[in-house]
């Protein structure tokens, strides 16, 4: 009997969080390593179905890195990133397509059902969900010093989310599977880093909550040292740690659309690792999280 107990006064113990988010939307961006393993999914996907089920909104925006990177070593492609962004040319756009639209985005629509919840594939490129241009060159700096401005080919700069196509997904009390393709207004169809888009639909959804679930545990203040790990960041010590090249290469998109979102009106972002069991529930619905949140 005390078993039960215990267990309704967990569920107690979360419903002033609940009472709090429902009707709020929550704007989850999945990827890394976290993906790859079925354990770690169907886990994170069962707590989406959860949230969805006790009045929360969530929009889920999924990456696919390593499943694009399997898939390009399978056509003899190389793999390439500059700060943080992956170096598409054209027979790797096709490939970033078709394995985020036809495989990833299939896959989590499909779990979500198979768990009991509804939800709806959106890519991008669907009626010109996120309209993109042609990012600019990168600037890297080289072994010897020297900088180099990188062509990245075939990545989008976000121009605009058409954000009533997922408010209306939402209304349908379905979960937004959104694949970060983008499209600009010639057709051109564009990779675009899906940290930068959770960040910019959050920002136009004026979400409650922009929740990164990836492979890192949060962020520390000395990448060697997990002892440094922070709870808690304001935006301006963020800078800190940009301009002393403590956060930088793929965890900078992550970054930026945090620091974007806060200033644009969410609430709160969080960088939690999507292994731990449950770490979605237990950042939103307990007091003291699992990650790194970074707020105003």
């Given at each position: 009997m005390e078993e039960y107990i215990e267990k309704a006064a967990v569920l107690i113990e979360a419903l002033p969080y609940i009472q709090s988010?429902?009707?709020?939307?929550?704007?989850?961006?999945?990827?890394?390593?976290?993906?790859?393993?079925?354990?770690?999914?169907?886990?994170?996907?069962?707590?989406i179905v959860f949230l969805e089920c006790v009045g929360v909104n969530p929009v889920l925006v999924h990456g696919g890195g390593d499943a694009i990177s399997t898939r390009m070593r399978e056509f003899g492609l190389s793999t390439r990133f500059a700060q943080g962004l992956r170096v598409t040319d054209a027979d790797a756009i096709r490939v970033v397509e078709d394995v985020l639209v036809n495989s990833v985005n299939k896959k989590l629509?499909?779990?979500?059902?198979?768990?009991?919840?509804?939800?709806?594939?959106?890519?991008?490129?669907?009626?010109?969900?996120?309209?993109?241009r042609k990012h600019p060159p990168v600037r890297c700096v080289q072994a010897n010093g020297s900088i180099e401005e990188i062509d990245i080919g075939f990545v989008g700069e976000i121009q605009k989310i058409r954000k009533e196509l997922i408010v209306e997904t939402i209304k349908q009390e379905k979960v937004a599977v959104v694949a970060p393709i983008g499209v600009d207004k010639n057709g051109t169809v564009y990779n675009v880093?899906?940290?930068?888009?959770?960040?910019?639909?959050?920002?136009?959804?004026?979400?409650?909550?922009?929740?990164?679930?990836?492979?890192?545990?949060?962020?520390?203040?000395?990448?060697?040292?997990?002892?440094?790990?922070?709870?808690?960041?304001?935006?301006?010590?963020?800078?800190?740690?940009?301009?002393?090249?403590?956060i930088s290469e793929g965890m900078l998109p992550k970054i930026w659309a945090c620091i974007g979102a806060v200033e644009a009106g969410v609430n709160k972002t969080h960088i939690i690792d999507g292994r731990i069991r449950h770490s979605l529930l237990l950042e939103i619905f307990t007091d003291k999280g699992v990650g790194t949140e970074i707020v105003p």
């Open positions: 988010f429902r009707n709020k939307t929550v704007v989850i961006k999945f990827g890394g390593s976290a993906m790859v393993l079925d354990e770690y999914l169907e886990c994170v996907l069962r707590d629509v499909d779990t979500i059902k198979k768990f009991g919840g509804d939800a709806k594939g959106m890519s991008g490129k669907d009626d010109q969900l996120i309209l993109s880093n899906a940290d930068l888009v959770a960040g910019k639909i959050a920002a136009e959804l004026k979400a409650e909550k922009l929740v990164f679930l990836s492979d890192v545990h949060g962020i520390m203040t000395d990448r060697d040292d997990s002892e440094t790990f922070v709870s808690s960041l304001k935006i301006e010590d963020v800078y800190s740690l940009i301009d002393n090249g403590i």
